[in-house]
């Protein structure tokens, strides 16, 4: 049926009566009068009667449509509508527009043109042009607009926990169009990569809370794949598509990157040029893979260095796009002065290329924070994204890295305590930079100690704060002997792991069991990583295991389970040459019926150096069995293998531990590929499990060296234990020592030395506050120990170059499990910034001018870069590809809507609007 909105007003069709009325009126009111000149007229007017008819006829015709016209326009008519599309003609509308604020929305138009307009740009101007053509509507519009950086903030409208059941939104008039257009010209982009779903989400609920009016959802994007393709993106277009058909939404798709799209849905834009760094890292060695990548054990960032000491700068550039560039600088600035610049004549489309820079600082260098910039420049100027190219990072320069040794033994000179053997690793050289400092347990009693210089300089006062690594070597226990830690020491060691310090124990012959699982191990509340056996031996009476070597084995003594782990950077021949060569004969025992947590990781364990004898009869039974199961095409290569087993387990008592070729024996009948068809039938699986079992038991022994896993603990700090000493302690009335690796293998001990301090320096607190790779986007969360720190943190912006960073803002940091947590923002973007903590405020006690006398002022760095490998591809997703994953979406959906309709409803719409202002 013909339906109106007013349909009561079409009474004022009878208005059109009064032009006719009046035309009759008119011909009725002239009196007739004849006179002479009457002839001459009415021959006039016979001749024009038509004409004049009809001019009469058309201007009453005229009348009655101007009377209509205004009956219609009061009236409203929908046409031939169904009654509830009808009702809802003059319904207001409300737009909830969604804007794209990522990294890759900074594309430039033109990027030879400094003041090319970029993706987001182009948005925001979109936006405001929306904004200015509904608010000249002659109905309502109500406009809110989210960000996908942070979608709980409210741009434009209504917060939704401020709504109350009111309109969703602002009503558009011209004024409100002038303050959202002020409001867009302070929206930044963020540089950081941003997933629509979160602001998507929200834009649903302002949607959902709109009962009576028309709802449409604009997104500004530049719709790259990786944003609606990939990651979380199913679960986007699951959303939008739910949207359009279940609550009725138009979806309107503004794709502001440059080229524009087409109408052929099958075809998408091409993705912009872009060159990007992806990677900046400071390490003390050089070398990479063959695949240009960092080596497993040279990942870990130095983040402090010393004049003389060469440090090297790893850094990676990528070629996101398909063409290949040419003529491409890096170069590598150090507080703003170019050190050094490495060119890149090719970089094919898709390739990455690692470059190493060294970096040496002369003894002239002033000492302090070291801003280093690492700048990539285009020749050609093709690159679209200019934020990635450049990245950023700090290092320390200091004079020397002072290290603390705990010995009770450090005065001694016959026997060597351990504290010499690690001296000579640490500072053998003094291209190392580092300082080892002496001190005897009883001397350390709280956060200060006095300390001796190892290479007979003065004594220092320091606070343990200021060692990235503390050994603590041979100490008994705690208590009252000369060995022992006096309880405030632990305390004050306690204290100095919490706070993310990294220590280091080397066990020894002052080792006391009992006191180290009382007070150092606590249940797994304490230091020490693991519980000791107190005697691990039946038939004797000490703490340790003693295993004399023997020189007649020639199997492996032990085994690194952490292949490539930075604190034992050994591989191939130099790896199997330790773990043939090192003689541990004498080390302290975890206890078996201790149940290693997930904090807790073995990183070296020690062969099986039990008696052969005890595995005879097992060896003897499973061979038997083995045997017996074996079919005839398998029995040659079984008895090959049972052979070996059977003639090495005669005469065991001769062979001590030797279980060599008694594991190679059993080893080969379960890894043999000739023997995969005998393993496949399942009625020998219980067999193979009891081979299985007993493979593992030859070849488990005790853990020799245990790590609390730093990021697993409640602890910031990390704890390596070794269950053997630092030195090669000599035995009384023995010819052998605890272990042989200081003194007969040098060349791998040293090393393993200073690896293990480089990776226990890298972890702790004072390296993680040099902090190198912050990304924009991330949670940058710096969190302090509330004894020690004000809540009151101010963050400051440091240009490149200039020695005077600008303050930006003063940060609360809320309280949080005992810490207090900082949420700091680079509002600034990417580069350098500082975090002043301590310092002087308006608060507190008037006399110092702190808010409270919780500590020394102090400064840390922090460094801000973009995330290149995610935001610097520029690749876009065609209409055809984003309809598709709609209707998968749709499927999913709780809607329950079949493949057939789902693609039905999705391609028999627009979602991209090309001309979006027509």
Same mark, same amino acid.
């Given at each position: 049926?013909?339906?109106?909105?007013?349909?009561?007003?079409?009474?004022?069709?009878?208005?059109?009566?009064?032009?006719?009325?009046?035309?009759?009126?008119?011909?009725?009111?002239?009196?007739?009068?004849?006179?002479?000149?009457?002839?001459?007229?009415?021959?006039?007017?016979?001749?024009?009667?038509?004409?004049?008819?009809?001019?009469?006829?058309?201007?009453?015709?005229?009348?009655?449509?101007?009377?209509?016209?205004?009956?219609?326009?009061?009236?409203?008519?929908?046409?031939?509508?169904?009654?509830?599309?009808?009702?809802?003609?003059?319904?207001?509308?409300?737009?909830?527009?969604?804007?794209?604020?990522?990294?890759?929305?900074?594309?430039?138009? #033109?990027?030879?043109?400094?003041?090319?307009?970029?993706?987001?740009?182009?948005?925001?101007?979109?936006?405001?042009?929306?904004?200015?053509?509904?608010?000249?509507?002659?109905?309502?519009?109500?406009?809110?607009?989210?960000?996908?950086?942070?979608?709980?903030?409210?741009?434009?409208?209504?917060?939704?926990?401020?709504?109350?059941?009111?309109?969703?939104?602002?009503?558009?008039?011209?004024?409100?169009?002038?303050?959202?257009?002020?409001?867009?010209?302070?929206?930044?982009?963020?540089?950081?990569?941003?997933?629509?779903?979160?602001?998507?989400?929200?834009?649903?609920?302002?949607?959902?809370? /709109?009962?009576?009016?028309?709802?449409? !959802?604009?997104?500004?994007?530049?719709?790259?794949?990786?944003?609606?393709?990939?990651?979380?993106?199913?679960?986007?277009?699951?959303?939008?598509?739910?949207?359009?058909?279940?609550?009725?939404?138009?979806?309107?798709?503004?794709?502001?990157?440059?080229?524009?799209?087409?109408?052929?849905?099958?075809?998408?834009?091409?993705?912009?040029?872009?060159?990007? *760094?992806?990677?900046?890292?400071?390490?003390?060695?050089?070398?990479?893979?063959?695949?240009?990548?960092?080596?497993?054990?040279?990942? &870990?960032?130095?983040?402090?260095?010393?004049?003389?000491?060469?440090?090297?700068?790893?850094?990676? /550039?990528?070629?996101?796009?398909?063409?290949?560039?040419?003529?491409?600088?890096?170069?590598?600035?150090?507080?703003?002065?170019?050190?050094?610049?490495?060119?890149?004549?090719?970089?094919?489309?898709?390739?990455?290329?690692?470059?190493?820079?060294?970096?040496?600082?002369?003894?002239?260098?002033?000492?302090?924070?070291?801003?280093?910039?690492?700048?990539?420049?285009?020749?050609?100027?093709?690159?679209?994204?200019?934020?990635?190219?450049?990245?950023?990072?700090?290092?320390?320069?200091?004079?020397?890295?002072?290290?603390?040794?705990?010995?009770?033994?450090?005065?001694?000179?016959?026997?060597?305590?351990?504290?010499?053997?690690?001296?000579?690793?640490?500072?053998?050289?003094?291209?190392?930079?580092?300082?080892?400092?002496?001190?005897?347990?009883?001397?350390?009693?709280?956060?200060?100690?006095?300390?001796?210089?190892?290479?007979?300089?003065?004594?220092?006062?320091?606070?343990?704060?200021?060692?990235? /690594?503390?050994?603590?070597?041979?100490?008994?226990?705690?208590?009252?002997?000369?060995?022992?830690?006096?309880?405030?020491?632990?305390?004050? !060691?306690?204290?100095?792991?919490?706070?993310?310090?990294?220590?280091?124990?080397?066990?020894?012959?002052?080792?006391?069991?009992?006191?180290?699982?009382?007070? &150092?191990?606590?249940?797994?509340?304490?230091?020490?990583?693991?519980?000791?056996?107190?005697?691990?031996?039946?038939?004797?009476?000490?703490?340790?295991?003693?295993?004399?070597?023997?020189?007649?084995?020639?199997?492996?003594?032990?085994?690194?389970?952490?292949?490539?782990?930075?604190?034992?950077?050994?591989?191939?021949?130099?790896?199997?040459?330790?773990?043939?060569?090192?003689?541990?004969?004498?080390?302290?025992?975890?206890?078996?019926?201790?149940?290693?947590?997930?904090?807790?990781?073995?990183?070296?364990?020690?062969?099986?150096?039990?008696?052969?004898?005890?595995?005879?009869?097992?060896?003897?039974?499973?061979?038997?069995?083995?045997?017996?199961?074996?079919?005839?095409?398998?029995?040659?290569?079984?008895?090959?293998?049972?052979?070996?087993?059977?003639?090495?387990?005669?005469?065991?008592? *001769?062979?001590?531990?030797?279980?060599?070729? !008694?594991?190679?024996?059993?080893?080969?009948?379960?890894?043999?590929?000739?023997?995969?068809?005998?393993?496949? #039938?399942?009625?020998?699986?219980?067999?193979?499990?009891?081979?299985?079992?007993?493979?593992?038991?030859?070849?488990?022994?005790?853990?020799?060296?245990?790590?609390?896993?730093?990021?697993?603990?409640?602890?910031?700090?990390?704890?390596?234990?070794?269950?053997?000493?630092?030195?090669?302690?000599?035995?009384?009335?023995? #010819?052998?020592?605890?272990?042989?690796?200081?003194?007969?293998?040098?060349?791998?001990?040293?090393?393993?030395?200073?690896?293990?301090?480089?990776?226990?320096?890298?972890?702790?607190?004072?390296?993680?506050?040099?902090?190198?790779?912050?990304?924009?986007?991330?949670?940058?969360?710096?969190?302090? #120990?509330?004894?020690?720190?004000?809540?009151?943190?101010?963050?400051?912006?440091?240009?490149?170059?200039?020695?005077?960073?600008?303050?930006?803002?003063?940060?609360?940091?809320?309280?949080?499990?005992?810490?207090?947590?900082?949420?700091?923002?680079?509002?600034?973007?990417?580069?350098?910034?500082?975090?002043?903590?301590?310092?002087?405020?308006?608060?507190?006690?008037?006399?110092?001018?702190?808010?409270?006398?919780?500590?020394?002022?102090?400064?840390?760095?922090?460094?801000?870069?973009?995330?290149?490998?995610?935001?610097?591809?520029?690749?876009?997703?065609?209409?055809?590809?984003?309809?598709?994953?709609?209707?998968?979406?749709?499927?999913?959906?709780?809607?329950?809507?079949?493949?057939?309709?789902?693609?039905?409803?999705?391609?028999?719409?627009?979602?991209?609007?090309?001309?979006?202002?027509?």
């Amino acid at each position: 049926m013909f339906e109106a909105i007013n349909p009561l007003y079409w009474w004022g069709a009878t208005a059109i009566s009064a032009p006719i009325i009046i035309h009759l009126i008119n011909r009725l009111r002239y009196r007739r009068v004849r006179w002479a000149a009457m002839e001459f007229l009415l021959k006039s007017q016979q001749r024009n009667r038509r004409k004049l008819i009809l001019e009469q006829l058309l201007l009453l015709a005229a009348r009655c449509s101007l009377v209509l016209l205004v009956v219609v326009f009061l009236v409203r008519p929908t046409g031939c509508l169904d009654p509830a599309e009808a009702a809802t003609a003059d319904w207001p509308t409300f737009h909830v527009i969604v804007l794209d604020d990522s990294l890759s929305m900074l594309d430039v138009e #033109d990027p030879r043109n400094p003041d090319s307009a970029t993706a987001f740009s182009a948005g925001l101007r979109l936006v405001g042009e929306l904004a200015r053509k509904y608010s000249e509507s002659p109905s309502a519009h109500y406009m809110t607009l989210l960000k996908f950086s942070d979608p709980e903030v409210v741009e434009f409208g209504k917060p939704l926990d401020q709504l109350a059941g009111g309109t969703p939104g602002q009503q558009l008039t011209a004024d409100e169009v002038r303050k959202l257009r002020e409001r867009l010209e302070a929206i930044p982009c963020t540089f950081a990569p941003w997933t629509p779903l979160p602001a998507l989400q929200k834009a649903a609920r302002y949607l959902e809370a /709109v009962t009576d009016g028309h709802k449409i !959802l604009h997104v500004v994007s530049d719709f790259r794949r990786r944003e609606w393709a990939e990651g979380d993106a199913d679960a986007s277009t699951e959303l939008l598509a739910s949207l359009a058909r279940g609550n009725k939404v138009q979806i309107r798709l503004h794709d502001m990157a440059l080229p524009r799209r087409s109408a052929n849905i099958n075809e998408a834009p091409r993705g912009h040029a872009n060159l990007g *760094i992806t990677s900046v890292a400071i390490r003390s060695r050089s070398r990479t893979d063959g695949d240009g990548r960092a080596r497993p054990d040279q990942e &870990l960032p130095t983040r402090v260095a010393t004049p003389g000491l060469p440090v090297y700068l790893h850094a990676s /550039v990528r070629n996101f796009g398909e063409t290949e560039r040419t003529g491409l600088q890096v170069h590598l600035k150090v507080d703003g002065t170019e050190r050094a610049t490495k060119l890149l004549d090719r970089l094919a489309g898709g390739e990455e290329r690692a470059l190493v820079f060294d970096l040496a600082f002369d003894s002239e260098e002033p000492l302090g924070l070291k801003q280093i910039t690492v700048a990539l420049d285009d020749a050609e100027r093709l690159d679209h994204l200019g934020p990635d190219n450049a990245r950023y990072a700090y290092i320390e320069l200091r004079k020397e890295v002072p290290v603390l040794l705990v010995d009770p033994d450090f005065g001694a000179v016959d026997p060597p305590p351990a504290s010499y053997y690690l001296l000579n690793a640490l500072a053998g050289s003094a291209r190392t930079g580092l300082r080892p400092e002496r001190l005897s347990p009883r001397e350390l009693k709280g956060d200060e100690v006095v300390v001796t210089d190892a290479r007979g300089g003065k004594d220092t006062r320091r606070k343990l704060d200021q060692y990235a /690594v503390i050994f603590l070597l041979n100490i008994a226990g705690v208590g009252e002997g000369l060995g022992d830690l006096d309880p405030a020491g632990l305390k004050a !060691l306690e204290g100095y792991v919490k706070r993310g310090g990294s220590v280091v124990f080397f066990l020894g012959d002052r080792t006391n069991v009992v006191s180290y699982n009382r007070y &150092l191990y606590r249940k797994g509340e304490g230091l020490f990583p693991a519980p000791l056996v107190l005697r691990p031996s039946a038939n004797r009476g000490d703490s340790f295991v003693e295993d004399a070597p023997d020189e007649n084995d020639p199997s492996a003594k032990m085994r690194f389970l952490v292949p490539g782990h930075p604190a034992f950077p050994f591989r191939g021949d130099l790896a199997k040459l330790i773990t043939e060569y090192l003689s541990v004969n004498r080390y302290y025992k975890v206890d078996p019926a201790w149940e290693q947590p997930e904090e807790v990781a073995t990183l070296i364990q020690l062969a099986n150096r039990r008696p052969l004898a005890q595995y005879v009869n097992d060896a003897r039974d499973l061979a038997s069995r083995v045997e017996s199961a074996a079919p005839e095409q398998f029995a040659e290569s079984i008895r090959g293998y049972t052979q070996k087993i059977n003639d090495w387990i005669q005469v065991p008592e *001769i062979k001590r531990a030797q279980k060599g070729p !008694l594991v190679e024996g059993v080893g080969g009948l379960l890894n043999d590929p000739k023997l995969a068809g005998f393993w496949a #039938d399942m009625s020998r699986q219980a067999l193979r499990r009891d081979l299985e079992k007993f493979f593992q038991v030859l070849t488990t022994g005790d853990p020799l060296v245990l790590e609390a896993v730093a990021d697993k603990t409640k602890v910031k700090g990390r704890v390596i234990a070794f269950l053997t000493p630092a030195a090669p302690t000599r035995i009384p009335s023995k #010819d052998f020592t605890w272990n042989n690796w200081a003194n007969e293998m040098p060349f791998t001990y040293v090393p393993m030395i200073l690896a293990l301090h480089e990776y226990m320096a890298s972890l702790s607190r004072s390296a993680s506050e040099i902090e190198s790779n912050r990304e924009i986007g991330s949670a940058a969360e710096v969190r302090l #120990d509330k004894d020690r720190y004000m809540p009151r943190v101010e963050l400051w912006h440091q240009k490149e170059g200039d020695p005077n960073p600008t303050r930006l803002d003063v940060i609360t940091a809320r309280e949080e499990g005992g810490e207090l947590v900082a949420v700091v923002r680079p509002l600034r973007g990417p580069g350098h910034y500082r975090l002043r903590l301590n310092q002087p405020g308006t608060e507190g006690n008037p006399e110092t001018g702190f808010l409270t006398a919780k500590g020394d002022p102090e400064e840390w760095p922090l460094v801000f870069n973009v995330n290149s490998r995610v935001e610097g591809l520029l690749t876009r997703i065609s209409e055809s590809e984003l309809q598709e994953k709609l209707a998968s979406g749709l499927q999913r959906s709780e809607l329950k809507v079949s493949r057939e309709e789902s693609l039905a409803f999705v391609q028999g719409r627009p979602w991209f609007l090309l001309n979006p202002l027509e």
